[in-house]
Structures are given as C-alpha cells and as structure tokens.
C-alpha cells in the first residue's frame, strides 16, 4: 500500500545544517516534494524531484533520492530560526493520481 | 497577484449546522482539491475536482459535500454528518490532476463547539 513516513521532529542550532528525512513504500512514485508549513499557515511548495533523478540543489536546499531504498532527504544548509517550521514530504504516482503525505516533521531551530 | 483564497480564517459552529468553507483560485488551475488537517495525522484527502462539474471522493469524503460550478470556486460543505469536524481545512489547486507543483491556500481552522 501507499506509505510515506517520516521522523516527528528534528531539533538544530541556527547555522548548522538540517537533513529531513522521508521513507516511501510504492516503487512507482513519480514526483516526491517537500512542502514548508509555518504555524497557521497554508503549505509553500519547496522543491520536487522527479523519480528518475538523484539529487537536485536550489539555493540552501537539496534533495537526494534513493529510489533502491526509497528514501528521499532534504538538507537545510545554515539553518536559520526562519526555517522553523513543520516539513512535509509527498508523494505522487504520476499524472492522475493525488498527493499522499506524510504526517510531516518538526523543525525547531535555536540560536 | 495569482493565488488561492480561503475564508474565513476561522470559523466557528455549533454541533449540527452545516458550515461551507469557500476556495477560490485565479492561478486558471484545472485541478482543485480540500485537504483536512490534524494534529499529528498529516494531510487527508478529502475530495477533489479535477475539471468543471465534476469531483470525486478522496481517502474521507464522509459528511462533507464539494461542487465545482465554476473553474475559479470549489466550495466545501462540512455537513452535521461529520462526526468530527474540528481541524484545520486546506485547499489547494493545480494545472492539471497529478500535475507538479500543488499551489495552497492559507486554510481555515475550523471549530465545533
């Protein structure tokens, strides 16, 4: 069955990095993303990569797949008490099917 | 601006009304969808619309009712059926069903006293 699970919460110091970390179950996702979601708030699409792909870099972030253990990561360079906020992964098994979540991780940063 | 809108902010009704939360996007998205929110639960599907005048039933359509009159609105109605309405209710939009890139709206918390 469809499964995306990931660790509760995760806690840094400002100016360290961050990894997120996201595991999967169905072989046959396309798309994998990381949405932000800051208290109150609507989710902002981070980034995506799509399943054919090992890695992609954008700004501070990066992603990086393991399709053979279905795990995806989201590293956070110099972390900041703006990062501060709840991640979620998601995933998508191609055009026609919906997002599925996972329950999203906590991230508290400290200065 | 493009985006999505939700209202209200918050809401609050009392046990056996029926509530209708509103959703309306100018991103021409084809692709809507109504997401519930729980502590601890993640994001559940709760309907979705992926054209004019039609919708489908997601992972826990039970008490709740959608239409998709119009491409820009796609309404919930949170019905008394609902055994447990309270949580945090997100829309969010995309230019086709599936399509990259889901863009949300900033949600409406909803409270049932």
């Known amino acids: 069955g469809e499964d995306v699970e990931q660790s509760l919460f995760l806690s840094v110091r400002e100016g360290d990095s961050s990894v997120i970390n996201c595991t999967y179950t169905d072989s046959s996702s396309t798309y994998l993303y990381w949405y932000k979601q800051e208290p109150g708030a609507g989710l902002q699409l981070l980034t995506y990569i799509f399943s054919n792909m090992d890695m992609k870099q954008d700004q501070r972030l990066t992603v990086l797949l393991n399709k053979k253990d279905k795990h995806l990561s989201l590293r956070i360079a110099d972390t900041q008490t703006g990062d501060s906020a709840i991640y979620f992964c998601a995933e998508t098994l191609g055009a026609g099917t919906a997002l599925i979540f996972g329950k999203g991780t906590t991230l508290s940063v400290s200065s | 601006d493009g985006g999505i809108t939700q209202s209200p902010k918050y809401l609050f009704r009392k046990e056996g009304q029926n509530v209708t939360l509103s959703c309306e996007q100018n991103l021409n998205h084809d692709a809507m969808y109504w997401y519930r929110q729980d502590p601890g639960q993640g994001l559940r599907l709760i309907y979705y619309s992926q054209i004019v005048n039609d919708f489908q039933k997601g992972d826990i359509a039970e008490g709740y009712s959608v239409s998709r009159e119009k491409k820009e609105s796609f309404p919930l109605t949170v019905t008394s059926a609902q055994k447990n309405p309270t949580a945090f209710y997100l829309c969010?939009?995309?230019?086709?069903?599936?399509?990259?890139?889901?863009?949300f709206g900033p949600g409406t918390r909803l409270t049932v006293l």
């Open positions: 969010a939009s995309s230019t086709q069903f599936g399509g990259v890139g889901k863009f």
